[in-house]
T-cell receptor
Framework: AQSVTQLDSHVSVSEGTPVLLRCNYS??????LFWYVQHPNKGLQLLLKYTSAATLVKGINGFEAEFKKSETSFHLTKPSAHMSDAAEYFCVVSAPILTGGGNKLTFGTGTQLKVEL | NAGVTQTPKFRVLKTGQSMTLLCAQD?????MYWYRQDPGMGLRLIHY???????AKGEVPDGYNVSRLKKQNFLLGLESAAPSQTSVYFC????????????FGQGTRLTVV
């Protein structure tokens, strides 16, 4: 079984300040983890992914996330927010293919990021 | 390269009507999925397929049926639409090998009145 908890449904930051979007996961196996972004009325775009290589993962648009097994966390960060970062962000977990659970991606409920001037 | 294409993009149905949503992918992916997105609930898995001719139930399958007669296509059917099925529907696909990311379509906004 696997699950994802996004700890904040809404986050508001000022432009130029750091962004932190929190994600905790639960998985019976070593998971793969993803962050997707969805801009208003758009589809989902992959920001970054962790698939058991380096624990610090760099993604597009300056975002990065760190996989911490001991804390079962995969928080998303960005040093300096931009107005264009305003969107909804989803943390997603997937178990290894061979476990039989890897064919499903489980989504968190999303974090709405607001960026103010 | 089109990726994942969903048809239609918008639809309004009356309660009790039926319809089929089409998902097509040109990446030769084995896995395909249908999700629905509702405010505050993230994306929830309706049905999925691990290959041509196979389908399986996800988290919220009731009221939906699916078929995967060809590897590149995954159809989602609503036999008798209900207002509770008003949602945005997303199709996705991914490779079998490795725990890779999924690629998503642009979504279908369905309203049942």
């Amino acid at each position: 079984a696997q699950s994802v908890t996004q700890l904040d449904s809404h986050v508001s930051v000022s432009e130029g300040t750091p962004v932190l979007l929190r994600c905790n996961y639960s998985s019976s196996y070593s998971p793969s983890l993803f962050w997707y972004v969805q801009h208003p009325n758009k589809g989902l775009q992959l920001l970054l992914k962790y698939t058991s290589a380096a624990t610090l993962v760099k993604g597009i648009n300056g975002f990065e996330a760190e996989f911490k097994k001991s804390e079962t966390s995969f928080h998303l960060t960005k040093p300096s927010a931009h107005m264009s970062d305003a969107a909804e962000y989803f943390c997603v977990v997937s178990a290894p293919i061979l476990t039989g659970g890897g064919n499903k991606l489980t989504f968190g409920t999303g974090t709405q990021l607001k960026v103010e001037l | 390269n089109a990726g994942v294409t969903q048809t239609p993009k918008f639809r309004v149905l009356k309660t009790g009507q039926s319809m089929t949503l089409l998902c097509a992918q040109d990446m030769n992916h084995e896995y395909m999925y249908w999700y629905r997105q509702d405010p505050g609930m993230g994306l929830r898995l309706i049905h999925y397929s691990v290959g041509e001719g196979t389908t399986a139930k996800g988290e919220v399958p009731d009221g939906y049926n699916v078929s995967r007669l060809k590897k590149q296509n995954f159809l989602l059917g609503l036999e008798s639409a209900a207002p509770s099925q008003t949602s945005v529907y997303f199709c996705a696909s991914r490779y079998l090998q490795g725990n890779t990311e999924a690629f998503f379509g642009q979504g279908t906004r369905l309203t049942v009145v």
